[in-house]
């Protein structure tokens, strides 16, 4: 197993690694709405937080020599499911290919973020 790390996404808030790779699969830790450059959540939108969020995850999937394109599965944690259809709207131009996914609300995410999704991509 290989831990991933860039600059290109926000450091890990917890003991935990942006990735790692194994057996040919690279698996994301949770994105959420993290400015890289400045560690904030800046974006107060589900627009803005999903742009950051796949922003985020395009830069770690790169990082570990994957792509969105690339992605298998994905999982999204949305703070209100009312925010479903301007999630998708924002999602879909990210992920082209139409990976496996599921997609639930929580009751919060860490810093109080609208939207978290994790993939896990072929190399």
């Known amino acids: 197993m290989e831990k991933i790390y860039t600059k290109n996404a926000p450091?890990?808030?917890g003991p935990y690694s942006q990735a790692v790779?194994?057996?040919g699969l690279v698996f994301t830790s949770g994105q959420i709405a993290i400015n890289p450059a400045t560690g904030n959540v800046e974006a107060t939108t589900i627009?803005?937080?999903t742009e950051q969020v796949c922003t985020n995850l395009k830069n770690v999937l790169e990082a570990a020599?994957?792509?969105l394109e690339k992605a298998v599965k994905t999982v999204c944690f949305l703070a209100n499911m009312e925010d479903?259809?301007?999630f998708n709207e924002i999602?879909?131009?990210y992920f082209t290919e139409k990976p496996a996914r599921s997609c639930v609300a929580v009751k919060q995410?860490?810093?109080n973020v609208l939207v978290e999704v994790e993939v896990i991509a072929e190399i």
């Open 11 to 13: 450091d890990a808030i």
């Open 65 to 67: 020599g994957s792509s």
């Open 21 to 23: 790779t194994v057996n």
């Open 47 to 49: 627009e803005e937080q």
């Open 91 to 93: 999602y879909g131009k």
């Open 84 to 86: 479903f259809v301007s």
């Open 109 to 111: 995410l860490p810093k």
